[in-house]
Structure formats: C-alpha cells, structure tokens
C-alpha cells in the first residue's frame, strides 16, 4: 500500500524551531518529486516546498522562504521540513505528499499532487 | 504570482442534481490545473489534472474542463459522499503552486 506518514508536529513558542518528518512505504521514493502543504485552522489549502529526486531543486513559498528547509533521505525513504523562526501564522496542518507527473523524454510534465499523509499538527503560541 | 478564485465560496445542492464549481487564474495558465476533493478531517484527495483528465479511480461523475483562465469542476449527478471541499490548483511554470480558497459543497 502506497503510504505516507508525517511526524514532529507539536506546540511551539514564536521564534522556535521544529523538524517535520514524513515516511514514505510502498513505492520507490527516491524516483519522486516530493511536497509540503499546509492548511491553517479552518481555512484553505497553501503549498508551502517541493524537493527533486536528488534534492538538488528545492523551491518554496514566498512567506517560508529564508525560515524553513526542506530535505530528503532516499536511503530512509522520508522527507523532512526544518521550520526555523517559526510565527503565529505557521500554525497549520501540515501535510506530506507525492508529486504527480509524466516524463517525456528529458521533460517532466508536472500534474498536481497524487498521494498524501494525514497531516501533523503545528501550533505556535506561547 | 498567480491568483486563483473560486466561486462559489458555498453551495448547497441535492443529490442527483448536476453541480458545477468555477476557478478563475489572474492569468493564462494553459491547462495546467488540478482538483482536489477534501472532507472534514482529512487528506485532500485528487480528482482531476490537466483540466479535463480524470485521476484513476474517481468516479466518471465528475468532470472538469477549460483552458486559459477559467475552469470548471462539475458533478454530473451528486450523490451523499461527494459533500466535501474543492479545491483547484494551478502548477503553471515554476513553483510556488497557488490553490484557490475552496468551495464548500453540502447536500440538502
């Protein structure tokens, strides 16, 4: 069964940092694009970073950019999100999912996001 | 970046009937556009990409179309289980990839 688990969330003061991990089963993670997207207490979605297969292309979300960091371990099939200097607004669900897309020839043909974890908790409040 | 907007933000329908959700790009984004389906506590799920193509294993109830700036998402009959939130997406060049605010559909 295609899986992903998302860990380290928890309570966290203005100015802290937390590491969220997300455990990949069931398909070959190092061939796979990976993303974060959060979710704000009732409220929509917002991708927040993406990581290449290699982690040699990273991109992020312009209000995280400069705070957190997004990694990956093939060997231990998981992704994580380093969240440094953490606010107020960061407070979200935090969610782990699989990049969807097509290669044609030396070209990926990005189509959203196919498979998802079932979040983890962040909440900053002193 | 780009601005994507719902409409409408809500809507309340009964089953069998044909419903249709609306996203707008503040730009031309080809068919680069996804839709998600999410129900309260959990995971989105995806529906359609690439405007009009169906995710494996949803049901050919729904559908999406349009090109440019303006998609829509529509369930040819609904029924109890598609009560949920859409959410579309586009992933038009490079990231950051913008997700509209949601439509909150209900059965009556």
């Known amino acids: 069964e295609v899986q992903l688990v998302e860990s380290g969330g928890g309570l966290v003061p203005p100015g802290g940092s937390l590491r969220l991990s997300c455990a990949a089963s069931?398909?070959?993670?190092?061939?796979?694009?990976m993303s974060w997207v959060r979710q704000a207490p009732g409220k929509g979605l917002e991708w927040v970073a993406n990581?290449?297969?290699?982690?040699?292309?990273?991109y992020y979300v312009d209000s995280v950019e400069g705070r957190f960091t997004i990694s990956r371990d093939n060997a231990k099939n998981s992704l994580y999100l380093q969240m440094n200097s953490l606010r107020a607004e960061d407070t979200a669900i935090y969610y782990c999912?699989?990049?969807?897309?097509?290669?044609?020839?030396?070209?990926?043909?990005?189509?959203?996001?196919?498979?998802w974890g079932q979040g983890t908790t962040v909440t900053v409040s002193s | 970046d780009i601005q994507m907007t719902q409409s409408p933000s809500s809507l309340s329908a009964s089953v069998g009937d044909r419903v249709t959700v609306t996203c707008r790009a503040s730009?031309?984004?080809?068919?680069?556009l996804a839709w998600y389906q999410q129900k309260p506590g959990k995971a989105p799920k995806l529906l359609v990409y690439?405007?009009?193509r169906l995710q494996s294993g949803v049901p050919s109830r729904f559908s999406g179309s349009g090109s440019g700036t303006d998609f829509t998402l529509t369930i040819s009959s609904l029924q109890p289980e598609d009560s949920a939130t859409y959410y579309c997406?586009?992933?038009?060049?490079?990231?950051?990839?913008?997700f509209g605010q949601g439509t909150k559909l209900e059965i009556k």
């Open positions: 999912a699989r990049d969807f897309y097509e290669i044609s020839g030396d070209y990926y043909f990005y189509y959203g996001m196919d498979v």
């Open positions: 069931g398909f070959t993670f190092s061939n796979y694009w």
């Open positions: 990581i290449n297969q290699y982690a040699s292309e990273k």
């Open positions: 730009q031309g984004i080809t068919n680069s």
């Open positions: 690439a405007a009009s």
């Open positions: 997406q586009q992933y038009y060049t490079s990231p950051p990839y913008t």
